[in-house]
């Protein structure tokens, strides 16, 4: 996830958009507060809403926990990790490192 000052937007408006196209989420903030967000415009915002929609790429980018990811779609955990499902995003995600570890901790 990107960060834009407003500062940034004189010179950087095309780095935003493509960065929307590429299906990047950019937070653009104005005195180091949150201004506003910009998303992807795409098929899965249009389907699930954009508040389902934030929260899925905000947990996709490891911004949100689960539970703060469902919270701000408003639904329930298990409703959120079926949407999850859904969109083929992983819950977990592990390093090569981490799965040696985790591998060699079972073996």
């Given amino acids: 996830m990107e960060t834009f000052t407003i500062r940034d937007l004189r010179e950087r408006t095309g780095e935003l958009v493509r960065d929307a196209e590429a299906g990047k989420l ?13 998303m992807p415009f795409d098929e899965a915002m249009l389907r699930s809403g954009v508040r389902v929609a934030l929260a899925v790429k905000l947990f996709d980018e490891e911004a949100l926990g689960l539970g703060k990811a469902a919270k701000l779609a408003g639904v329930s955990q298990s409703e959120f990790i079926h949407h999850l499902g859904a969109l083929k995003i992983p819950l977990a995600r592990y390093g090569a ?10 073996a």
């Fill in 97 to 106: 490192d981490e799965l040696a570890q985790e591998v060699a901790a079972f």
């Fill in 26 to 38: 950019s937070i653009v903030t104005k005195h180091g507060q949150g201004v506003f967000v910009a």
